[in-house]
């Protein structure tokens, strides 16, 4: 069906043309406007290089060949210029626009000298601006045929590399998403893990308990891994999935990490927004989260404060501890991808000591309110 539309169009505009051809070479050459009478051969000729037209598509080099043929004939058979000449110029096109240009070249310029012989042939054409007129035949179609051929390519490029574009940018959200989870579970787990190791001796329950936070927080994990990765895979339908991650729900965050051994207290100010943008909530949720997976790993801090503070046409939202001794080592990609997410929001991200000589993460989000 693909094809079939513009092959329709080509024996239409064939048709056409064989129509007009006729009519218009039978008033180009009737006797009293042409040396030479238009007569059965001149007709076949003109017929069979609009006919061919047809297929320009599919063979648009077989097509110019023929076509030049037929006009190279019909002019040095000494017949008046007429609609003949217009096939021959859609020919040109045809193969400028729809032929590997490497053939396209040397067939168009193969036209143009099999055209300009006819100006020897019939010496009362020949001069400057009969070599003109026949180069223009080419070359105004030729041009015509590259510069449209050269717009497609360009936009097929431009889609190409807007699709690559998008499925680079899902690939580093989805890689984000998995590295916040995955991170923060398996620091929790770990804290839990080096709890249960060090009291499994002298002190069982408590082992037994950290055990059950471990058991919890890698379900937990497994079950927003599980989310994600349905929202990546579902095609037009609506997957089942767990809720997805906002700022209303910081209370089960804040049970892990005081169950991995870091104390958080929240703070809001502001008036809260009835319904923030779902990238500004999970956004900032990703923040939080992985602000926190930091302090439980590199700072060995056991408090940490979360302030979320609602502002107009936007939220602000720090991460603070009290350590100064902030190590987040080598190749880890938490700030950078953190900073990342704020920026493609367009709001501010800034990460180091804060006035009261710990570490703070400060995230302004727009939410695209008054501001």
């Known amino acids: 069906?693909?094809?079939?539309?513009?092959?329709?169009?080509?024996?239409?505009?064939?048709?056409?043309?064989?129509?007009?051809?006729?009519?218009?070479?039978?008033?180009?050459?009737?006797?009293?406007?042409?040396?030479?009478?238009?007569?059965?051969?001149?007709?076949?000729?003109?017929?069979?290089?609009?006919?061919?037209?047809?297929?320009?598509?599919?063979?648009?080099?077989?097509?110019?060949?023929?076509?030049?043929?037929?006009?190279?004939?019909?002019?040095?058979?000494?017949?008046?210029?007429?609609?003949?000449?217009?096939?021959?110029?859609?020919?040109?096109y045809s193969a400028a626009r729809h032929a590997p240009l490497n053939r396209a070249v040397p067939y168009s310029l193969a036209a143009l000298a099999m055209t300009l012989t006819h100006l020897l042939v019939h010496s009362h054409r020949l001069g400057l601006f009969g070599v003109v007129d026949v180069s223009a035949w080419v070359f105004v179609p030729f041009s015509l045929g590259f510069a449209l051929r050269t717009r497609r390519e360009m936009a097929v490029r431009a889609r190409a590399e807007a699709i690559r574009q998008s499925v680079d940018d899902e690939r580093l959200r989805v890689a984000q998403e998995v590295h916040d989870i995955v991170g923060h579970g398996l620091a929790a787990i770990k804290m839990q893990a080096d709890v249960a190791l060090h009291v499994l001796a002298k002190k069982p329950d408590q082992a037994e308990v950290a055990l059950e936070a471990i058991s919890r927080t890698s379900s937990e994990a497994l079950d927003e891994l599980r989310a994600t990765l349905a929202m990546v895979r579902r095609a037009g339908t609506e997957a089942e999935r767990s809720p997805v991650p906002s700022l209303a729900r910081l209370d089960e965050l804040r049970r892990r990490m005081a169950e991995a051994g870091v104390y958080v207290r929240l703070e809001n100010s502001g008036e809260p927004v009835a319904a923030l943008p779902v990238a500004v909530d999970l956004t900032g949720y990703r923040i939080i989260q992985e602000s926190l997976t930091n302090v439980l790993r590199h700072s060995g801090a056991e408090q940490a404060t979360v302030g979320i503070r609602y502002e107009p046409g936007g939220v602000l939202i720090t991460v603070s501890n009290t350590v100064t001794d902030y190590s987040p080592g080598e190749g880890g990609s938490g700030i950078s991808g953190m900073r990342e997410r704020v920026l493609a929001l367009g709001g501010e991200f800034t990460a180091g000591p804060s006035p009261d000589d710990g570490f703070e993460v400060r995230a302004r989000l727009p939410t695209g309110g008054p501001s």
Not at 35 to 56: C, K, M, N, S
């Open 1 to 92: 069906m693909k094809h079939a539309r513009p092959l329709f169009g080509d024996g239409v505009l064939a048709a056409l043309l064989t129509l007009g051809g006729v009519v218009g070479t039978t008033f180009a050459g009737s006797p009293s406007r042409a040396e030479v009478p238009i007569d059965v051969r001149g007709y076949v000729l003109v017929v069979t290089a609009a006919v061919v037209l047809a297929v320009r598509r599919r063979w648009p080099q077989a097509v110019l060949a023929v076509v030049a043929l037929c006009t190279w004939s019909y002019l040095v058979l000494g017949y008046a210029y007429g609609p003949i000449l217009i096939s021959f110029m859609l020919a040109v």
